[in-house]
């Protein structure tokens, strides 16, 4: 081609990246059906939270009290993870003080007590503070004291001191115990009530009567009323969402929900700060400079339709936290009974090589494709209102997995591999545009106890779309060459350009690192189709564009209001307030975390063998592998660009070693599976010859 042509044909392909940074960081509109009612703290004299920890659906369950308290009013769940590895009273405390998760709790020693109020400030003040610091949570803890009038929110007992010491520690307005004549006076237009951590058994439920009590009392003093579970009782306590419910609810009672989690009946700890802040100024510190950051929280509303039945919505609340209980557990038994079946299967081939062994190996291989299906799709069953939910998703995911290798085997013979492939790329696709349904609750997300994402894709999701979008695009694109390269080319663009916006939009996939990893891997894929080879002037060229189509995504989504944004806008507000350090040490400290066990080396010296394998496939001792790299001209594109997606991933993403490693196990079995079909397969005589015509093509 002329040097004018290949300059055509960058800008086309730069064009494109523009294109697709657009598209997926267009506005979009959050929560559809969420009903966003009249701010009540200008309908009401009152805002009153009440922190219970440990309050769980299972106490709403086993009190009359309580339970009559669920029809007259908006309901959910709340997770209340906050920095550290337990979320004790004193965490959740912090966390409602600072408006993003703070970390109180020592690790490995049991919650103690609430710290003391001394000549109105909080004992042992600066203890938290450094603690911030030491573990890079970026927790500003004073935030809500510093951001309300002095005189205009009042707290009543110790955890409310936390939540209420300003930047320095001192507590204002505050008492020990609840005073009614002072939660009704003008003075407290703002109040946070500490109602003690319910006992892990005896004396339970004598605590629940208490804090039916204290919900009437606030109601008494004509309160809008936010009763919230805010941390565990105990840090060996069983983990699990807790109890959100808001009273009066407005217009009949319904479903709560945030913009942080855009899920009917789901917010999060720091919504009740976000909350309280309606309105607020942006706090100072005493020297009058700007306090750090934006809020991981937005304000709580609610969504959906009417419940009118306690009952039934006590039970809805119970299964939810069964469907968030199982996934992690259920993920390893399957996992491990996948790789058992599948070590067995081979061993028997590589002792007898007979056909019978070598067809049970490739269907465990395929079976291990259509696991990072089966993942998902098993979201659908509603496994958890199932008898014996966790052995129930065990089954499912098992059963759903060896559907998709006997299917695919059965109809694509030798290529079952791409048909579990395509798949899954078309189902992800059409779970991210649908707001990632499938993916909630799913194995692949840690789920609101982890505090991991509630919409979006998180990293194992993405790796199965980058895998699957990849090698899609890379078939479809060797069926194209012989036609154009250049129609080859755009294919791989516009193929890897769809998961790119899908995976990066706001309010489908809305995942940052993932585009970072996706975008330069594509456009590679894209210049190796075209070129067939890559200078350093294109390695830097495709880089800046990837840079170019990242930026330009996270600066759109930065212009939309605030309560609007995912984290790439709120990524950009943080750096440009240079409050992105903490955040990313935090990362870097969860890259490097996964090499603090064995595990985490095995996953790197496993990646570092497929990359290798990727680059030089001569070293590989597999004589199938070799000629496989060499019989189609997409081959080495196609595994080039996985191995920079992994790559980039691994660099850039808190993930770390662990997202190219989930490539890896998406990636090699169906590899595998394919080798052993092709040594059998009518087809097989013609690779060689194939290989030599396509490289007289080339």
């Not at 606030?218 to 105990?234: E, F, N, Y």
């Amino acid at each position: 081609m002329t040097s004018r042509r290949v300059r055509r044909f960058l800008a086309r392909a730069l064009f494109l990246a523009a294109a697709v940074a657009t598209s997926a960081g267009a506005v979009s509109a959050g929560t559809a059906s969420a009903v966003r009612p009249q701010d009540p703290q200008a309908l009401l004299a009152k805002v009153v939270v009440i922190g219970v920890p440990g309050l769980s659906w299972y106490d709403v369950q086993a009190s009359p009290e309580l339970t009559a308290l669920v029809d007259q009013s908006h309901v959910g769940s709340i997770t209340v993870k906050t920095a550290g590895p337990h979320t004790c009273p004193v965490d959740g405390w912090l966390t409602i003080s600072a408006g993003t998760r703070a970390w109180g709790s020592v690790p490995d020693q049991q919650c103690g007590d609430l710290p003391s109020v001394v000549d109105g400030k909080v004992q042992n003040w600066q203890t938290y503070v450094d603690r911030q610091a030491e573990h890079h949570t970026g927790a500003p803890i004073g935030r809500l004291a510093e951001s309300r009038s002095r005189n205009n929110i009042c707290g009543f007992g110790p955890g409310a001191a936390v939540a209420l010491a300003r930047t320095d520690g001192t507590v204002e307005n505050w008492q020990p115990q609840l005073d009614q004549a002072k939660l009704a006076s003008p003075a407290c237009g703002y109040a946070i009530i500490d109602a003690g951590a319910l006992p892990l058994r005896e004396g339970r439920e004598e605590a629940r009567k208490k804090v039916a009590d204290l919900v009437a009392q606030a109601r008494a003093a004509d309160g809008w009323v936010l009763l919230v579970g805010i941390s565990q009782s105990a840090a060996n306590a069983h983990q699990e969402p807790l109890v959100a419910m808001q009273l009066p609810p407005d217009d009949g009672p319904r479903w709560l929900t945030s913009d942080s989690t855009r899920r009917p009946g789901l917010i999060q700890l720091t919504d009740l700060t976000a909350t309280v802040l309606r309105g607020a100024a942006k706090p100072v510190d005493p020297a009058g400079a700007e306090e750090s950051g934006p809020l991981d929280g937005n304000e709580i509303h609610f969504t959906g339709d009417r419940h009118t039945d306690a009952a039934a919505v006590i039970e809805d609340r119970l299964d939810t936290n069964e469907r968030f209980e199982h996934p992690r557990p259920m993920l390893v038994a399957v996992a491990m009974t996948l790789l058992v079946a599948q070590l067995a299967a081979l061993g028997w081939f590589l002792k007898t090589r007979s056909r019978r062994a070598r067809s049970t190996s490739e269907f465990t291989m395929l079976a291990q494709g259509g696991f990072f299906i089966a993942v998902f799709l098993s979201t659908a069953t509603v496994w958890w209102r199932w008898p014996d939910p966790g052995l129930s998703l065990y089954f499912v995911v098992l059963a759903i997995s060896a559907a998709f290798a006997g299917v695919a085997r059965a109809v694509l013979k030798q290529w079952a591999g791409l048909g579990i492939l395509l798949a899954a790329y078309l189902i992800l696709l059409a779970d991210g545009m649908l707001g990632t349904p499938l993916q909630f609750g799913s194995m692949f997300t840690d789920g609101p106890v982890i505090g991991g994402r509630f919409y979006g894709f998180g990293n194992s999701t993405f790796a199965t779309l980058a895998v699957a979008a990849l090698v899609t695009a890379g078939w479809v694109a060797q069926r194209l060459l012989d036609q154009s390269r250049v129609k080859a080319a755009l294919a791989v663009l516009a193929i890897g350009g769809l998961a790119i916006i899908v995976d990066g939009k706001p309010g489908w996939g809305t995942d940052f690192g993932g585009i970072i990893a996706l975008t330069p891997a594509v456009l590679l894929m894209a210049w190796l189709t075209w070129r067939g080879g890559i200078t350093l002037k294109a390695v830097v060229g495709i880089g800046l564009a990837g840079v170019l189509a990242v930026s330009a995504v996270a600066f759109l989504d930065y212009l939309r209001p605030a309560d609007q944004r995912s984290h790439f806008g709120t990524f950009v507000e943080r750096l440009l307030d240079g409050d992105v350090g903490d955040v990313l040490i935090r990362k870097l400290q969860m890259s490097l975390g996964f090499f603090q066990s064995p595990a985490g080396w095995f996953m790197l010296a496993g990646v570092v063998l497929a990359m290798i394998a990727t680059v030089w496939p001569d070293k590989v001792p597999f004589e199938s592998y070799r000629r496989f790299y060499a019989s189609r001209p997409m081959v080495r594109p196609t595994l080039l660009a996985l191995s920079t997606c992994g790559l980039v991933g691994m660099l850039l993403n808190d993930a770390g070693v662990a997202l190219p490693a989930i490539m890896t196990g998406f990636t090699l079995p169906l590899l595998v599976a394919h080798l052993l079909a092709a040594t059998v397969s009518p087809e097989s005589h013609l690779v060689q010859e194939s290989s030599s015509v396509d490289r007289h093509r080339q």
